[in-house]
């Protein structure tokens, strides 16, 4: 059995029977305005409280945006400016990551190469122990070939794992439905694969949801479960008694 660290948002925890099994790298996939950011944001602020030090890599919003919206969304999380200022928490915003984008020497595609190994001396300058990249659909969408991205991805798990790192790579998905992993290389490549979606068939009856879809090692429930955001984080409505001591 491997060593499982708790995320420290209780719910997530509840559905992993404990927490993920350390080193996993996940994939958080869901439509726009799901909580993904913020979901990943609380990942880094649970962490930073453990005394775990963590780095967004954001490709999608500036430094202000990003702490602005954590402090709207989760106004009891008082230690943002604190953690950000120890370096519990690093941010590097579009305007940071935008230098990972280049083009190869031919300059008629793009590579990552800088990305990976910045973000393996990035982890161990900082001694981060938990990452997040908001997101790594920027990367497919700069890599179209697959075999390249794949290639890519397969380098981003590997330096991740050697470091011990548990990740949340976030994925842009475009729509709301719970998503059909079968044909994603991520599915495979990644260790773990959480999504958030909408239940409810209009806007006046939408669920937000969580359901883990795969996670290596370890049990986990399998049904999804509704969320709220509050102001103190992620709520998982799990109601249901049985949901909780089930297995
Ligand atoms: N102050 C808040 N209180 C509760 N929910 C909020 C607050 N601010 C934003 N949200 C919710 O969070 C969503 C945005 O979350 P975000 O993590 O940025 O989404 P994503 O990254 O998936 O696009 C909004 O659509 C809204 O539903
Ligand atoms: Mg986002």
Known sequence: MRIKKPTGIPGLDLMLKGGVPSGNQIILQGGPGVGK???????LYRGAEKGENGILFSFEEDNEDIVQNAKSAFSSFTNIDSFIEKGK???LD???TKQY???NRDGNAYTFGSFISEIESMIRSHEAKRIVIDSISVIRLFIPELLDYRSLSISLSSVLKRNNITSLLLIEE????KPNVFYQPESYIYDGFISLFFTGNNS????PTIEII???GTEHMYSGVPFEITDNGFNLLLLNKFEINDK
């Open 37 to 43: 950011t913020l979901l990943g944001f609380e990942f």
């Open 89 to 91: 928490i690093t941010i």
């Open 94 to 96: 579009s305007q940071d």
């Open 101 to 103: 984008i280049q083009r």
């Open 174 to 177: 475009n729509n709301y439905e």
């Open 204 to 207: 006046e009856n939408r669920v």
């Open 214 to 216: 795969k996670m290596r």
